[in-house]
Structure formats: C-alpha cells, structure tokens
C-alpha cells in the first residue's frame, strides 16, 4: 500500500504566480499512489480557475475523495484538507483543532480506507510557526485533539499524514511518536519545505499506528517542489490482514 502526503498551496505553483491544479495533478499520478492526504485544498479559490479541486484531481487520477473545510473563501469557495484513494473510503469525522480566536481554523479528516485489508487514514494540517504566541504548544493541542479522539473511538490500525508545521524534534512530534511510529525518522530525512521562521526544514509526515500492524517498507521525500511550495512524501506500507 502506498501513501502520499502533499501541501497543494491551494493548487497554485511554487511562487503562486501560477494556479496549476491539472500539474500537481499530473504529479500525484507518477506517485501511483492507493491513497493520497492532501492539505492546502482549495474549491473556487478566488485568485485562481474556478475549479473544484479536490473532484477535478479525484476524476484526473481515477480516485475516489472527502473533503473537510476548515473555513470558507468567498465568495464560493472552500479551503480544507482532502483524501484520495482507489479503495472506496467511509467518512468517519472532521475534526476541528483547537485554535486562538481569530486564527486560521483547522482541521483534520478521518476516514476509513476500504481496502481489502481496511484502515483508517488522517489528512491534517497544523498551525504554522509564528502564527500565534505559543504556537508550539499549540499543535500539541492540536496533536492530542486529533490522538485522543482515535483512542476514544478505538481506530486502528491508523495511519496519519499531513502538514504538521512541526520540526523534527519539536514537541507536537514528540507527542505524535507517543503512540504512532514516524515513518520518516532514520529513513528520508531531506527538507519537505520552507518555512517563514526557519528556512527549509522536514514538515510534512507520514506515521502509523499500533506500530506492529502497520510496517513501513519505504519512505521518501518526492524531487518537485515547483507545482507547490512542498515536495510530497510518499511511504510504503504493508497492513498484515490479522490486524483488524
């Protein structure tokens, strides 16, 4: 089972000079990926084509989706996060994050893969460094948010993926390693994109859940970050049949 994560930057390219959906949609397809979390999804983005992104690339590359919208563009549009998949998937929940008043909303999107092996998968997106004060522990929050709420319902095996504005070493991985494996750690350690207060840095990931039910093969950072500001991560997985 491949996985993809990919930041769209609302389907516009590197620079935002150019809303290119139909590249970024050219690109997802050389992944050949069977499942794709994407962020930064933009329908009707008022400075870019009219288009229903998440269906467009969904019929592009012969997927079936859900999209969750974190907020609003007007004056009809949506701005979310997003899963593909060749399997058929089942909406689970939306989750909202916890952020200060007047902060960007987020959101992190669970559902559940129907692959002959089932298993849910999470498409989020953080908060970005320097966007509030304490924003550190404020994707702590945001991870435990999304963490307990797979505790509660008992989801598993589980893998999440997104951009969590989050280094490395930072606290909110700290607490995602807690309970899921990091499939980048000791494997493709390569930047995945530049961030306003540190430059370029690893963000985006890729991890699974109970780390013995989900076995990570391969992982890799992608080589293009012209058709968005980030390059995809991409990780291959094998999901014994006798976890679920």
């Known amino acids: 089972m491949r996985i993809v994560s990919y930041n769209t930057q609302a389907g ?3 620079g935002r000079q150019l809303h290119d959906w139909e590249a970024q949609a050219a690109l997802l397809a050389t992944y050949d990926a069977d499942a794709i979390a994407l962020q930064e999804v933009a329908i009707r983005h008022p400075q870019g084509k009219p288009v229903d992104y998440p269906a467009e690339v969904a019929r592009k590359l012969g ?9 609003p563009l007007k004056p009809d549009g949506h701005y979310g996060v997003c899963l593909l998949s ?3 998937l089942e909406h689970l929940a939306t989750i909202q994050l916890p952020v200060p008043q007047d ?10 893969v129907l692959a002959p092996t089932p298993f849910c998968l999470v498409s989020t997106h953080l908060s ?3 966007e509030f004060p304490g924003d550190d522990e404020g994707r702590v929050r945001q991870m435990e948010c999304i963490l307990d709420f797979l505790e509660a319902n008992r989801l598993s ?3 999440l993926a997104g951009d969590l504005n989050t280094a490395p070493n930072a606290p909110a991985l700290m607490t995602l390693r807690r309970r899921f494996e990091v499939f980048n750690d ?3 350690a390569r930047p995945t994109a530049k961030t306003s207060k540190f430059g370029w840095l690893q963000i985006d990931y890729i991890a699974g859940t109970p780390p013995s039910a989900i ?4 992982f890799r950072v992608g080589d293009d970050c012209q058709a968005s500001d980030h390059y995809a991560v991409i990780a291959d997985v094998e999901i014994p049949a006798t976890t679920v």
């Not at 902060?103 to 559940?112: K, Y």
């Open 12 to 14: 516009f390219a590197n």
């Open 63 to 71: 997927m079936n989706y859900l999209f969750a919208e974190a907020m």
């Open 86 to 88: 060749r399997h058929p």
């Open 103 to 112: 902060i960007e909303p987020r959101v992190a999107l669970v559902a559940r």
């Open 128 to 130: 970005y460094h320097g």
């Open 157 to 159: 095996p589980v893998i």
């Open 186 to 188: 000791n494997r493709d």
């Open 215 to 218: 076995h990570c093969t391969a």
